[in-house]
């Protein structure tokens, strides 16, 4: 395990994509406890399959094979998890630093506004935008970008974090996903 790796953040050492999310986990099954494991190497990491109550980790699953999919389009979960790490950057912007220092990704999404603002990439990354709208609550839009970091990493903000799929059509944030640019 990485010096100072921080909890629930599971995912591999060898990361092609990292998901990035200041919000910690707010729940916690009754039969289940977390448990802090090692990063993997080839193989996805058990945290990604914690059975939550707010379906959190099964869009995080979805998420990861729709971006994954242009690339290798025959991988099921177990492969696209096996190159992926959901860091929870918490108010600690040093650990997104850590965790570009050591998976060195070549996708990197924000799930929610304050990583993004958190991460100090804002100058370096063109954003083309995309908005998806609320199914719930008409003329409400929620605005996500994907842009690209020197070095040609696909940099992106999601327009809602994984937690708020009753306010999105699964369809709308499929979409995002797939106008994700390939890195260069």
């Given amino acids: 395990m990485p010096k100072d790796w921080p909890p629930y953040s599971p995912g591999s050492v060898n990361a092609w994509l990292l998901l990035v ?47 994954l999919r242009p690339h290798a389009s025959e991988w099921g979960v177990n ?34 506004e304050p990583s993004w603002e958190r991460s100090g990439m804002a100058p ?20 996500g970008f994907w842009g690209e970091r020197a070095g040609g990493a696909t940099i992106g903000k999601a327009p809602q974090h994984p937690t708020m799929h009753n306010l999105y059509r699964e369809d709308d944030m499929v979409a995002f996903l797939r106008s994700a640019p390939a890195p260069s």
């Fill in 21 to 67: 999310t200041t919000k910690p986990p707010a729940w916690q099954d009754d039969l289940v406890r977390w448990e802090e494991r090692p990063l993997t190497v080839g193989e996805a990491h058990e945290g990604f399959f914690y059975p939550d109550p707010l379906g959190f980790w099964a869009e995080i699953r979805k998420w990861t094979l729709e971006l």
């Fill in 79 to 112: 492969e696209a998890l096996s190159v992926t790490t959901l860091l929870h950057q918490a108010d600690d912007a040093t650990r997104l630093e850590h965790a570009l220092d050591l998976c060195r990704p070549r996708m990197v999404l924000f799930l929610d």
């Fill in 124 to 143: 370096e990354v063109k954003q083309a935008p995309h908005y998806i709208h609320d199914p719930h609550r008409e003329g409400q839009v929620y605005e």
